[in-house]
């Protein structure tokens, strides 16, 4: 299925009481996919803008930096990212995002799940 650019599904809030309304575009519907597919969505964080420090529980969530620049938080080890860097945080584990940069940072956001979920 190939869906050409147009007008998308789209919303600002706040994620996880980060710092912010988020950019989210919805690139694809849950009941578009034919396995569970919960998000899959462009996300872009203005200067300053961060996703909040929370848990992915029976889910996956895969972020792929499309444009600027990052800090990942795994309630561990903050780490910046770049263009082209992937991010995989697996159920039962923990992630914020944070824009420190002059400019937007743009993700493709995706969240599998498992059948059972």
């Known amino acids: 299925m190939i869906v050409r650019k147009k007008p998308r599904e789209t919303m600002r809030k706040c994620l996880f009481q980060g710092k912010g309304d988020v950019l989210i575009e919805i690139l694809f519907r849950e009941e578009e996919f034919s396995t569970p597919v919960r998000l899959c969505a462009r996300i872009v964080l203005e200067p300053g803008q961060h996703i909040g420090l929370h848990q992915h529980t029976g889910e996956d969530e895969l972020f792929y930096v499309i444009s600027g620049r990052g800090l990942v938080d795994d309630g561990e080890n903050p780490q910046g990212v770049v263009p082209g860097d992937s991010i995989l945080t697996r159920s039962g584990e923990t992630h ?16 599998p799940q498992s059948p059972a979920s």
């Open 96 to 111: 914020s995002l944070l824009n420190p940069g002059e400019e937007d940072l743009v993700v493709l956001a995706v969240i």
